[in-house]
């Protein structure tokens, strides 16, 4: 087969000559919004050829595309709840929408108008964000395979983020929850998400024997999250600083005692009991069910004359007393799992103006001799 050549062809047109294949003169056309951008496209087919790679179809279409990289990308590196968010995204909201535009034409006009009518649909800025980064990725790997020449996302103005207003309990809010659970079937679940702000799949994952009870520490090794017809499914937690040592409270320890003393109880008398040495479980041994915790968290704020809250504001709440409280920052980000003390100081931002007050009366009494 002759050498292919190339040639570019007028404004967003380049032409890839292949050669005669099979008696016939083959060649290809590479479509793009500019000649500069067809040129780049016209190197990358160039770079292909050398490497002895076919060029791609012009005619793929963005729906084809998005689907084969859900399957051959998004699902063997993701874990299962991003791929589910990442497969809800794509399918529910840019395929139907953009679905048939050929991927090597889409422009980011089409992109900013779906963008629009999802925010004129009702969704949330937070919502258009996460789509926006979604389909950066993919098509971020579509400029790596020379699929495009560009990622037309770098060309749209996404929404800003909106940070939710946090919600944490007060020192004295802390109090009446922990007076209100006493003697609930739960209680130690209540007490070690409000004392060291462990997620809610990292408490229903725990085993009794990551609990040492002579050092009152506990080790956080895994998370579980329900898969739609997997039921619960345990993981490695996201990040490395996920897997950690936390020192429980007095309190903490006290209420694991009695909660294993309740469960054995509870095992002893039921008929039928799965033993997976799970500490938090429903009344046969399985994983304590998230909708029932829920219901039953809100049940218990009722009865304590607390407002509303989400089951994760007890970890907001647990960091935010321990940070007012002077405790060091390092720490805290360490006891919650943050990759980095910067993200700990920026989520609980709330809080560091106390901290500035504190540390500035410090200092006054070290020098008012005080201390």
Request: aromatic letters at 6%.
């Amino acid at each position: 087969m002759k050498a292919p050549s190339f040639r570019a062809a007028g404004d967003g047109v380049a032409l890839l000559d292949l050669g005669w294949q099979d008696g016939q003169r083959k060649r290809k056309a590479l479509y793009a919004r500019t000649q500069k951008d067809a040129l780049h496209k016209l190197d990358a087919a160039r770079r292909q050829v050398s490497d002895g790679i076919q060029p791609p179809p012009e005619g793929k279409r963005l729906g084809r595309f998005l689907e084969d990289w859900l399957r051959d990308v998004a699902r063997p590196t993701l874990r299962q709840g991003s791929y589910e968010r990442y497969h809800q995204a794509l399918t529910l909201h840019v395929i139907p929408a953009l679905g048939q535009r050929v991927l090597a034409r889409l422009a980011a006009q089409d992109v900013q108008a779906l963008y629009s009518r999802r925010l004129g649909a009702g969704a949330s800025p937070n919502t258009v964000v996460q789509l926006h980064r979604i389909l950066h990725r993919a098509l971020g790997d579509a400029v790596r395979w020379g699929l495009v020449s560009r990622n037309v996302c770098d060309l749209v103005d996404a929404p800003r983020a909106q940070r939710k207003e946090m919600q944490a309990l007060s020192a004295d809010e802390a109090r009446e929850l922990i007076r209100a659970v006493d003697g609930d079937p739960n209680e130690a679940l209540y007490v070690l998400a409000v004392t060291v702000g462990m997620r809610q799949g990292e408490l229903l994952a725990l085993r009794w024997a990551d609990i040492d009870f002579d050092t009152s520490t506990v080790q956080v090794r895994r998370t579980t999250r329900r898969v739609k017809g997997q039921g619960y499914v345990d993981s490695e937690p996201k990040t490395a600083s996920g897997r950690r040592n936390i020192t429980l409270s007095h309190t903490a320890i006290e209420a694991l005692r009695q909660h294993r003393a309740r469960q054995v109880e509870q095992r002893l008398a039921a008929a039928y009991w799965e033993d997976h040495d799970s500490v938090f479980t429903n009344e046969i041994g399985r994983t304590f069910d998230v909708r029932s915790l829920r219901r039953g968290f809100q049940t218990v704020l009722r009865r304590a004359g607390l407002p509303a809250l989400r089951f994760h504001d007890l970890r907001h709440s647990a960091a935010s007393l321990l940070l007012a409280q002077g405790v060091n920052a390092k720490v805290v980000q360490e006891m919650l799992g943050h990759s980095a003390v910067a993200f700990t100081l920026q989520v609980y931002s709330h809080v560091v103006p106390a901290l500035r007050a504190d540390a500035a009366d410090k200092m006054d009494a070290i020098f008012s001799g005080r201390v």
